[in-house]
């Protein structure tokens, strides 16, 4: 450390400087969240007490103090066009077409193939590698001068770095916010009373039209550059020659943006990121594909208004409006009793829906829903689509209350609130949806796999009063007769049927318990509970403590487990079953599995598996997952933005590698 104050200002703020690039544009952060405060807070003390030091450049003041009286129009040096848009893939291959038509060529042509990211463009002006102005769009030829709220963005750097930095460059790209910064915000806002927004764009929009910089300065607002609007010095020879300049300047670029040759390489990607869509840390609402070659660009040129070297793919829209026609209540396995709302079909995202969840009774209140309103829904990946509001502007009069029932649909028992859970419950354990959502989930793959028992047949042997219980399933053997009796059921089918069930005795214990359905005890929770306890009988046994001395194992999952077995109803379920036979195999692991005692770690983006998949993995061969590297960590699996776990890995020397070396190791690749 520098003693002369002078050396120590420069050094902090390269410091500084080299921090935030690292955090917002290589999002690989090294310095903890403490260490940059203390890095931050020694800068400002110094420059205060050294005023002779200050520059307006320095990382302490992104946030000058006054509140601006408007913004200055600012007319862009060529006009910020608009994309055209398509739709779906014969738009897209037209687009193609047209474009070969244009330059009498049909030989496949390279694409930057980028994601659409669903922000707020910019343009920013850098002079000697300077931040001069930063400016929205406007109407495409002259935007509004935002330059003292853009600086307050610590992913937009003040000064490019790195070689070749030219005397110019008009840098256009997206403002955005990333969902999850979005989420949290919205949580700190609502908990502290002040008002939410409706998604990142409008938030992200509305942050940068503020005239008082401390407002976008204390919200999570990032950007991406992906567009140029001039240059002077050395011109990239192709969309992904500036996108790899922007990288080599210290501009933040699109992580998934790639670059395909021809037509079908294009409709590949494009598929592969409608389908990772929900993973991307940040709202993307299409693809955005460009011409690559710069000297094409030049001969396709413009139409009126867009380019017609590039093109936005935009995605099916995931909202929608629609009548909500009736709220009917369903009972599930734990006997919760969920309303959902009957809609008038609509096409969404690729499908036709005609339901939407609506969560709990307090939704319910949240939303204000009657019955006959206009709703906006909205389908988010693969899961059902759920209502996000209703337009109580478009009422009639016509309209009527939800009624909330006081008895259970399934069984007519009076149902009771759940504080905890805001949810309605119906406690009796006879309730015959319940029994039959319980036999379902003990029949299916992942617990007892019983082929042959799904939720018709499940409905059918409980009415016809040959199933009341999981252990009922094991006595069905000396029913035969009975079986094949039923309406849609033949000697083979229930011949296969009781093979299955025999077959399910011995099931591994994990799966066995995961099968019970104990509230808290999921798959992982299962595993854990089979690899601690090795038996049914210890696991039965098991108290209060000694659930709670196990790794990952908390409170709720402890009270569910002896509160499961300590009912009699349940002990005597589990006697009728091993009474007929049903002995589930211990937990085994994989004795001689690659894994076998050592721990493994995982940090950063997991590509091919998800986290939990990657764990159960390492569980299966033997490992056991850990959750943060310590000296009894034997290996850290480390993905793209691995930050603090792999550079305690290094100085502990734990063994680190790649996704793709995990899977060769677990034998999943060769
Ligand atoms: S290129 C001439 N690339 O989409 C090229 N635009 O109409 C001009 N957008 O509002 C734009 N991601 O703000 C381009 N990777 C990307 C983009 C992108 C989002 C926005 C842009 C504009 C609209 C295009």
């Not at 910064?181 to 700190?188: P, V």
């Not at 995202?349 to 829903?369: C, F, I, M, P, Y």
């Amino acid at each position: 450390m520098s003693k002369d104050p002078a050396r120590r200002v420069a050094e902090l703020r390269d410091l500084l400087r080299e921090a935030d690039h690292r955090y917002y544009v290589l999002d690989d952060p090294e310095l903890t969240d403490a260490q940059y405060d203390a890095l931050y807070r020694e800068l400002v003390d110094l420059e205060a007490r050294h005023p002779e030091l200050d520059d307006p450049d320095s990382p302490t003041h992104r946030v000058p103090g006054e509140v601006a009286a408007g913004f200055p129009s600012f007319p862009h040096p060529s006009p910020m066009v608009s994309l055209d848009n398509v739709l779906d893939e014969a738009a897209f291959r037209e687009w193609v077409v047209s474009a070969d038509r244009f330059l009498k060529d049909d030989s496949p042509r390279t694409y930057s193939v980028e994601p659409k990211i669903d922000g707020v463009g910019l343009e920013l002006i850098y002079e000697h590698g300077l931040l001069v102005v930063a400016a929205t769009r406007g109407d495409g030829f002259v935007g509004e001068d935002i330059t003292t709220n853009a600086k307050t963005i610590r992913s937009i750097p003040r000064r490019l770095r790195g070689k070749g930095v030219p005397a110019y460059v008009a840098v256009r790209g997206e403002a955005y916010v990333r969902k999850a910064d979005f989420e949290a915000f919205n949580r700190a806002a609502e908990e502290a009373g002040e008002r939410t927004f409706q998604n990142p764009r409008n938030f992200c929009a509305g942050s940068l039209r503020q005239l008082d910089p401390g407002i976008p300065a204390a919200r999570p607002i990032r950007f991406f550059a992906y567009a140029q609007g001039g240059i002077e010095g050395e011109k990239p020879a192709s969309q992904s020659a500036w996108l790899a300049a922007y990288a080599r300047w210290g501009l933040p670029t699109v992580p998934e943006a790639s670059v395909a040759v021809g037509a079908d390489e294009v409709v590949a990607r494009h598929a592969e990121l409608l389908a990772t869509r929900e993973d991307l840390p940040y709202e993307l609402d299409g693809v955005v594909i460009k011409v690559d070659d710069g000297g094409l660009q030049e001969r396709l040129g413009m139409r009126s208004r867009s380019p017609r070297w590039a093109v936005a793919w935009k995605f099916p829209p995931r909202r929608a409006f629609t009548r909500l026609r009736d709220v009917d209540w369903s009972v599930g396995r734990t006997g919760v009793v969920t309303p959902r709302a009957i809609l008038e079909p609509v096409f969404l995202a690729g499908v036709t829906v005609s339901h939407a969840t609506l969560h709990n009774v307090d939704e319910l209140a949240r939303l204000g829903l009657l019955i006959g309103d206009e709703v906006e829904i909205e389908r988010a990946g693969d899961v059902i689509p759920k209502v996000l509001r209703a337009l109580p502007e478009k009422r009639t009069g016509k309209e009527r209350p939800i009624e909330v029932p006081s008895l259970c649909p399934g069984c007519g028992t009076g149902l009771h609130r759940d504080p905890e859970r805001v949810a309605l419950r119906c406690d009796n354990f006879a309730c015959p949806p319940q029994v039959v959502a319980h036999l379902v989930h003990f029949a299916s793959r992942k617990a007892l796999d019983i082929r042959g028992l799904g939720d018709k047949q499940a409905a059918q042997f409980h009415e016809a009063g040959l199933l009341d219980d999981a252990a009922d399933l094991f006595a069905l053997v000396d029913r035969r007769e009975d079986l094949v009796a039923l309406e849609r059921q033949g000697e083979k089918s229930v011949d296969n049927l009781l093979a299955s069930i025999e077959e399910a005795k011995a099931v591994p214990l994990d799966r066995f318990l995961f099968g019970l359905g104990i509230r808290e005890v999921g798959e992982r929770g299962s595993r854990i509970l089979a690899r601690a306890f090795g038996s049914l009988d210890e696991v039965a046994a098991a108290d209060h403590e000694s659930l709670l001395a196990l790794d990952e194992v908390g409170d709720a999952l402890a009270d569910a487990v002896t509160t499961w077995f300590a009912e009699p109803r349940n002990r005597d379920m589990l006697a009728r079953m091993k009474a007929r036979g049903v002995a589930p195999t211990p937990w085994e692991g994989q004795s001689d599995g690659p894994f076998q005692g050592l721990t493994v770690v995982f940090t950063g983006k997991l590509e091919r598996l998800s986290r939990d998949e990657a764990k159960t993995l390492v569980e299966a061969l033997g490992g056991r997952a850990g959750s943060s590297v310590s000296a009894k960590t034997d290996l850290l699996v480390a993905g793209p933005g691995a930050g603090s776990k792999r550079k305690k890995a290094e100085e502990l020397g734990v063994a680190t590698v790649d996704e793709e070396e995990f899977l060769r190791r677990a034998g999943r690749l060769t």
